[in-house]
């Protein structure tokens, strides 16, 4: 058995982590680490993790790989000696995702700790750096935000369908915040009622453009990002819009079957990307590490349409994780993650 640590234990990704690491035919959570609760079974800490017999330390045990749940400017600098040390990483912050050290700073205004390991670490998105996650030893897990929106595009964009001007929004449930508290996570004040934020830019955008523009040819996409949080606890579902390029798609049923073929064949392969033929609902991904992906068009407009889904602490963070972990370590990728979705 694999030995697994994970770093910061105590928060909603941390606790997803040690929740499938439990169920891991292969890997043993052999260690947790936090700078809260520590030296309580995490069993008492969550006390749905009554398998998880480990105790919250400061620093982790003796372990073959290390996963880390921490936040961005935090979690490079405590991972830099499991690095040196040669240890396989999966880092679930935004520490190495972007591959320019100026648009780190850009968006996260804070110095980066291992400039040089940015270009070491590979995106984990395995849809799209499948082979490249099985060579690395470091992996920089995909947003949240970014899966949901680089999935629904990605067929599109490398077509070369639409045009690069495209439109994602995107509505998350409150576990999203993390576990810290905050007035806007508060009870009273997220029931009942959506709401917009990071208008003028979200820390996600750049994850989008960035890979979405590996796809294409320069001009690379101009992307509005507008993130928003709904009265629900787990869930992101994303719509996003880009307009047809001129003679891209026939007219009528003929371009429907062709967008949808196109989607079909793009994910054909895929354990954990589907393409359905409803939109799908944030129900339908509750708990499991399913994105759900639905195309369609407006032909009165010229506009392409995508809906996705999907649990954002699964797919869009610890599932993904497993995920990776799985194909670097050789195991079958969908080993630990056969979950079906909790319904109702």
Request: hydrophobic share 40%.
């Amino acid at each position: 058995m694999i030995r697994a640590g994970i770093i910061g234990a105590t928060g909603y990704v941390g606790a997803e982590l040690a929740r499938l690491l439990c169920q891991h035919p292969e890997v043993e959570l052999a260690s947790v680490a936090s700078i809260e609760e520590v030296g309580k079974p995490l069993r008492e800490v969550f006390p749905h993790l009554r398998p998880a017999d480990v105790r919250v330390q400061e620093e982790l045990d003796d372990v073959d790989l290390v996963l880390a749940a921490l936040p961005h400017g935090v979690s490079a600098k405590a991972l830099l000696s499991y690095i040196q040390r040669g240890l396989p990483v999966i880092d679930l912050s935004a520490d190495f995702r972007l591959h320019r050290l100026d648009e780190y700073a850009r968006w996260y205004k804070v110095e980066h700790p291992a400039p040089d390991l940015l270009g070491k670490a590979v995106y984990g998105l395995p849809e799209l750096h499948r082979q490249e996650i099985a060579g690395s030893r470091l992996i920089a897990v995909a947003g949240c935000y970014p899966t949901s929106a680089i999935l629904a595009l990605a067929p599109a964009v490398k077509a070369g369908l639409i045009e690069p001007d495209i439109i994602v929004d995107s509505k998350s449930g409150v576990s999203g915040a993390g576990r810290t508290l905050g007035l806007n996570s508060h009870y009273a004040e997220a029931n009942e009622g959506v709401r917009a934020y990071s208008l003028d830019g979200h820390r996600h955008l750049p994850e989008i453009v960035q890979e979405l523009s590996l796809l294409c040819e320069a001009p690379a996409p101009a992307v509005t990002f507008l993130p928003h949080v709904v009265p629900m606890t787990r869930g992101i579902l994303s719509t996003c819009y880009a307009r047809l390029r001129e003679g891209a798609l026939p007219a009528g049923e003929r371009a429907r079957e062709e967008l949808r073929t196109l989607y079909r064949d793009s994910y054909r392969d895929e354990p954990f990307t589907a393409v359905v033929e409803a939109p799908p609902s944030t129900k339908h991904t509750l708990g499991n590490n399913f994105c759900l992906i639905h195309p369609a068009l407006d032909e009165r407009a010229g506009r392409l349409i995508v809906v996705s889904c999907l649990d954002n602490l699964v797919k869009g963070a610890a599932g993904q994780a497993i995920q990776c972990m799985n194909i670097m370590l050789g195991f079958p990728e969908t080993a630990g993650l056969q979950q079906i979705a909790l319904y109702p």
